[in-house]
């Protein structure tokens, strides 16, 4: 990229932060772009899906409803912790928040299929070095069943934006990477440049653009996930 390409490309980043400092201040617009964890949110093939039973039950005596869930972290909208592809790394209670929190761009890709390349992302993102970035995929649980496959960020082109400042890449897929992997390598190159993982978010009604988001994972020790609530408020439609 030339120098006034760069030049120009960095002026624009601070104009669209300036505009999203203000909007800050503001606190309408929010929406939740989070998949409820419930039975009828379908979990990975195999993997333990959402149950909740009950300890006491006003009708039959108790004092109060008191529930007990059993569930995958993996079920609903989630941060993977480094620990889910990597024996001996860190856990979800060590998640940080700031990833999770501030300017995020959202990317339309449900024209694509199987390995996004650096040329496809390029059309359609507005910035080179987003700090953020969200896949909408349109293949999500949110829609109610487990999809067949989805689109995703190859890991050479994952390692490439972790390296210049990708603090969160987010998905509405199941997973970052493609279903069948079992090396998971953009989960791999993402964790190993610091980046973190947000999957199975609900981006049915969400254009492309640049978006305050809000999130936050779990602290859940010594698992491998957390779940997450995602707040998304538009800055700027791209
Ligand atoms: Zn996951």
Not at 4 to 9: D, F, I, Q
Not at 112 to 133: T, Y
Request: glycine share 8%; with cysteine.
């Amino acid at each position: 990229m030339s120098e006034s390409l760069r030049a120009a490309a960095a002026r624009a980043q601070q104009k669209l932060e300036a505009e999203w400092r203000q909007n800050a201040i503001r606190d309408d617009g929010w929406f939740d772009a989070t998949v409820p964890c419930g039975a009828g949110t379908p979990p990975w093939p195999g993997d333990t899906p959402f149950s909740c039973g009950w300890t006491l039950r006003i009708v039959t005596g108790g004092s109060v409803n008191l529930s007990s869930i059993t569930m995958s972290p993996h079920v609903g909208t989630h941060a993977d912790a480094p620990l889910h592809v990597k024996d001996g790394a860190r856990d979800s209670d060590a998640i940080p928040v700031q990833p999770f929190n501030g300017l995020v761009h959202i990317v339309d890709v449900r024209d694509l299929s199987g390995a996004i390349s650096r040329a496809q992302l390029a059309e359609r993102l507005a910035v080179v070095e987003p700090v953020r970035l969200f896949l909408r995929t349109g293949h999500s649980v949110a829609e109610g069943r487990f999809p067949f496959s989805w689109p995703w960020l190859d890991a050479e082109v994952a390692t490439d934006l972790a390296r210049r400042g990708l603090t969160l890449l987010g998905t509405d897929a199941p997973s970052v990477d493609h279903k069948e992997s079992k090396t998971l390598d953009t989960h791999h190159a993402l964790f190993n440049h610091g980046a973190n993982v947000l999957e199975n978010l609900d981006l049915r009604d969400v254009t492309p653009g640049a978006y305050e988001l809000r999130a936050l994972p779990m602290r859940l020790q010594g698992a491998d996930a957390a779940p997450v609530r995602a707040l998304l408020r538009m800055i700027r439609a791209d």
